[in-house]
């Protein structure tokens, strides 16, 4: 298993890297939460949010009660700003755009979007090709599970290698969380990983997502989230 890869510690938070293939709960194994209590048993750390296990990338715990409590309010008032990568072998149905729509149920552990129902979910994506594949850069507006996999799956793009929703095998499920951005007593942090581990997350990749994507040129589309 792969050392933990730290990218930041603060009094009040850690800023990791979760890699691929992992799971985060303990569910077949020690999972990534567990894996990093046992590697400093001195310090206690309160998950915040989750990646599945075919993702990869920044994950953030707290590191004390009260920056817990307060960090989960963020979150619940989509205070944080998330960016993933991500890779298709399918067109999409459009370019760029907003995938919105209440997440509900569906069979084998699945999820599905619907035009009614609770749960509501919404990302945003930019794209683009490169050597018979599509590269996306998206935008989660919420952090509802599996969203952004059944958001592409609902473009006609499912994920390379995520094989729960229809996506063709690969050497990785090719999702990345790239970024998080936040604000924390006043001071602004910015958090970016390149994946590490991928064929297709390739130099050539790099350039594309330098070239189209990555901010502050690219303007996102306006959307307000319904409370």
């Known amino acids: 298993m792969k050392d933990i890869d730290i990218i930041y510690q603060h009094p009040d938070f850690w800023v990791l890297v979760k890699p691929a293939g992992e799971s985060f709960h303990s569910e077949d194994g020690v999972g990534f939460a567990q894996r990093l209590q046992n590697a400093f048993p001195e310090q206690t750390f309160y998950p915040l949010h989750r990646l599945d296990k075919m993702t990869s990338g920044v994950i953030m715990f707290a590191t004390n009660k009260?920056?817990?409590?307060?960090?989960?309010?963020?979150f619940a008032e989509h205070q944080f700003?998330?960016?993933?990568?991500?890779v298709s072998s399918n067109k999409p149905k459009k370019k760029q755009g907003t995938v919105a729509g209440a997440m509900l149920p569906s069979r084998r552990g699945q999820w599905k979007?619907?035009?009614?129902?609770?749960?509501?979910?919404?990302?945003?994506f930019f794209s683009a090709a490169l050597e018979g594949n599509r590269y996306f850069y998206i935008r989660p507006l919420t952090g509802k599970t599996h969203q952004i996999r059944v958001a592409l799956k609902s473009l006609g793009a499912p994920i390379l290698g995520d094989v729960r929703y229809a996506?063709?095998?690969?050497?990785?499920?090719y999702l990345?969380?790239?970024?998080?951005?936040?604000?924390?007593?006043?001071?602004?942090?910015?958090f970016q990983v390149w994946p590490d581990h991928g064929v297709?997350?390739?130099?050539?990749?790099?350039?594309?997502?330098?070239?189209?994507?990555?901010?502050?040129?690219?303007?996102?589309?306006?959307?307000?989230i319904p409370k």
């Open 66 to 74: 009260a920056a817990a409590a307060q960090f989960g309010a963020m």
């Open 81 to 86: 700003e998330k960016r993933y990568l991500a």
């Open 113 to 124: 979007l619907s035009n009614q129902g609770g749960n509501f979910a919404a990302t945003q």
């Open 167 to 173: 996506g063709g095998g690969s050497d990785r499920g």
């Open 176 to 190: 990345h969380a790239y970024s998080l951005a936040f604000t924390w007593q006043d001071q602004p942090f910015v």
């Open 200 to 224: 297709l997350f390739s130099d050539a990749a790099k350039e594309l997502y330098q070239t189209n994507f990555f901010e502050p040129s690219l303007l996102w589309p306006k959307f307000i």
